[in-house]
C-alpha cells in the first residue's frame, strides 16, 4: 500500500524518505527548551532524521549511515573531525578482525564442521540449539567483552543455520527463516545479557564501581556485584528464550526431521580435517584465548593492547600462514576472500559510534539526565521505572559507557536531592544500559548479527521492542524489591555518610 499524488502511487518507502527530513526541520525550526544547546538541538534533530531512514530504509541503510558525516559538521551538532573519527573508532577493527577470521573458517569449511559436531551433540531440537548458543554465550560474555563473544559464536551459529535449513531440505537459509533470526538475536540478546553479571563483563559495571567508589568511597566488590547481576542474568536470559522461540519467532516444528546418521553423512563427506582446518582453529582459538585471558593475563605484559589489537594479530596471521590445499602461493586467508567484508555494518556502527559522541559533546546526554529531577515527589518505584525506561531506550541511540559515564553522577545528586540509597537508582540505570536490544546501533553484539545480513531491521525493531519492555519491567522489580535484600540496604533513605 501507498499514497497517491498526482495520480501516481507513492511506496512506503518514500513516506520514510520524506518524514526523516521534515522530522530535521521541524526540530531545527523550532525553539530549543531551556537548558538545550543549539548544539545538543542539532543532535536531536539528525538523530531523528537517520533513525526515520534507518527504520523506513528508503535508501540502503549503509547509505544512511554515511549522513551524519554531512549534517553533524552543518548544523554544528559534532565537527568533522570528531564525526569521522567515529568511524574509524577501535571497536570498528574488532568488528573488522572478527568478521575475516569468520570469512577463514568459511573459506575452509571450519564452521561447518564445528557446527555439524555440535549438532551431533546437542540434537536437532531448535529451541534447545537457541537455548544452548544463549547459555554458551551469556556465560563468555560474563568474562570477555560482548563484541568478541558475539564474534566468537556468529560463523558457529550461522552455519548450524544453514545446515538444517539444507538438512529440512528448504534450501539456503532466507531472511524469513524464524529458527535463523531466533538464533542469530539469541546470540546478540545473550552476548548483552550475559555481561551484567560481573564488573568486568560490560564497561557500564566497572564505571559504576568507579563512580560509587571515588562519589561515596565505597568499594563494591566483584563478588558482591556478581551475587547481585548472575541471579537477574539467570532470569532475564530464560524470560528472552521463551519469548524467542515461543513469541518472536515460535518453532513450530520443535524437532528437524534429520537424524544422527544424516548427520554423521555430512561429517564424512567433509573428510579427514585438513591442515588448513586445523590451523585456522588454531588461530581462531589463539585469539580468542587472548581476548578471554587480556586482563589478567595479558594486560601485565602489554598495558596498551586491547581486543582490537588482538584481533588485528590474528588477521595478520592469517594471511602469513601458508595454505597447502591451493595451487597459489597464497595465506589461509586471501584479499579476494576478505573483499566480502560486511563493510556496510562497519559504517552503521560508525554512525552509530557518530551519534553518540554527539550527545555526549552537544551537552544533550547531560540536559536529558537534569529532566530526571522532574521525578521529585514521585514514589521510589515510578522513580526507578522511569529511570530503568529512559536509559534502556536512550541506550538505543548511543553506548552503554558513554551513557553510565554521563548518567551516573547525574543520578548520585538524584538521590541526594530526594533522599533515597543512591546504590538503587545507579544499579538500575547501569544494568537498564545493557538491556537495548532493539536496534543494531545499540550494542556491538546487534551490529554483529545484523551484518550476518540473516535479519530484517523490522524483525529487529519488533522483536527487541517487545524484548525492551519485558526488561523495563523486571529490572525495576528486582531492583525495587532484590536489591535491598541482596546488598541489605534501604533504598528509601541516604546514609549519613553518603551525604
Not at 586491547?306 to 602461493?329: E, Q, Y
Amino acid at each position: 500500500m501507498g499514497w497517491k499524488l498526482r495520480g501516481k502511487l507513492i511506496p512506503g518507502n518514500w513516506i520514510g524518505l520524506l518524514l526523516g527530513p521534515l522530522f530535521f526541520v521541524l526540530v531545527m525550526s523550532t525553539s530549543a527548551p531551556i537548558g538545550m544547546s543549539e548544539a545538543a538541538q542539532a543532535v536531536l534533530a539528525c538523530t531523528l532524521w537517520i533513525a526515520t531512514w534507518w527504520i523506513t530504509e528508503p535508501i540502503p541503510i549503509p547509505a544512511t549511515s554515511l549522513i551524519p558525516i554531512i549534517i553533524f559538521p552543518l548544523t554544528g551538532a559534532l565537527s568533522l573531525e570528531t564525526t569521522t573519527e567515529a568511524y574509524g573508532n577501535p571497536i570498528i577493527f574488532l568488528f573488522l578482525g572478527g568478521f575475516m577470521v569468520a570469512l577463514a573458517m568459511e573459506r575452509w569449511n571450519l564452521h561447518k564442521r564445528i557446527a555439524l559436531n555440535i549438532i551431533l551433540f546437542v540434537g536437532t531440537d531448535m529451541r534447545m540449539i537457541v537455548l544452548g548458543f544463549m547459555v554458551a554465550t551469556a556465560f563468555l560474555s560474563m568474562w570477555i567483552s560482548n563484541t568478541a563473544t558475539a564474534m566468537m559464536m556468529l560463523p558457529i551459529g550461522t552455519a548450524i543455520i544453514i545446515q538444517l535449513s539444507s538438512f529440512d531440505g528448504e534450501g539456503a537459509f532466507g531472511r524469513e527463516d524464524k529458527f535463523g533470526m531466533a538464533l542469530m538475536l539469541g546470540i546478540a540478546y545473550a552476548a548483552s545479557i550475559g555481561g551484567m553479571a560481573t564488573l568486568i563483563g560490560t564497561p557500564a559495571n566497572a564505571i559504576l564501581a568507579a563512580v560509587v567508589k571515588e562519589v561515596y568511597q565505597v568499594e563494591i566488590a566483584f563478588s558482591e556485584w556478581m551475587i547481585l547481576g548472575l541471579p537477574l542474568v539467570v532470569f532475564l536470559l530464560l524470560i528472552c528464550w521463551v519469548y524467542m522461540v515461543r513469541v518472536a519467532f515460535p518453532l513450530k516444528k520443535n524437532r528437524s526431521s534429520v537424524g544422527k546418521t544424516e548427520i554423521q553423512k555430512q561429517l564424512q563427506q567433509l573428510g579427514k580435517i585438513s591442515f588448513e582446518e586445523k590451523a585456522v582453529g588454531i588461530v581462531f582459538f589463539l585469539t580468542a584465548s587472548a581476548w578471554v585471558t587480556r586482563t589478567f593475563l595479558l594486560t601485565p605484559f602489554f598495558p596498551a593492547l586491547n581486543d582490537s589489537m588482538i584481533a588485528m594479530a590474528g588477521v595478520v596471521l592469517l594471511f602469513i600462514i601458508p595454505a597447502r590445499n591451493t595451487d597459489s602461493k597464497e595465506g589461509l586467508l586471501n584479499w579476494d576472500i576478505a573483499q566480502k567484508l560486511p563493510w556496510g555494518i562497519l559504517l552503521l556502527f560508525g554512525a552509530g559510534l557518530a551519534i553518540a559522541a554527539g550527545f555526549q559533546d552537544s551537552g544533550l546526554t547531560t540536559y536529558i539526565g537534569s529532566q530526571m529531577t522532574l521525578l521529585e515527589g514521585a514514589s521510589l518505584f515510578i522513580i526507578l521505572l522511569a529511570i530503568v525506561a529512559i536509559i534502556n531506550f536512550f541506550t538505543e541511540v548511543t553506548s552503554n559507557t558513554a551513557t553510565a559515564t554521563m548518567m551516573l553522577p547525574i543520578l548520585a545528586s538524584l538521590a541526594t536531592a530526594i533522599n533515597v540509597h543512591p546504590f538503587g537508582p545507579m544499579a538500575a540505570a547501569c544494568i537498564a544500559s545493557s538491556c537495548a536490544f532493539m536496534l543494531p546501533v545499540a550494542t556491538p553484539p546487534n551490529a554483529v548479527v545484523f551484518g550476518s545480513g540473516f535479519i530484517p531491521m523490522k524483525e529487529m525493531i519488533k522483536a527487541g521492542f517487545w524484548l525492551n519492555i519485558l526488561a523495563i519491567i523486571l529490572v525495576t522489580l528486582y531492583i525495587y524489591f532484590l536489591l535491598p535484600i541482596i546488598w541489605d540496604i534501604n533504598l528509601f533513605t541516604i546514609p549519613e555518610s553518603f551525604k
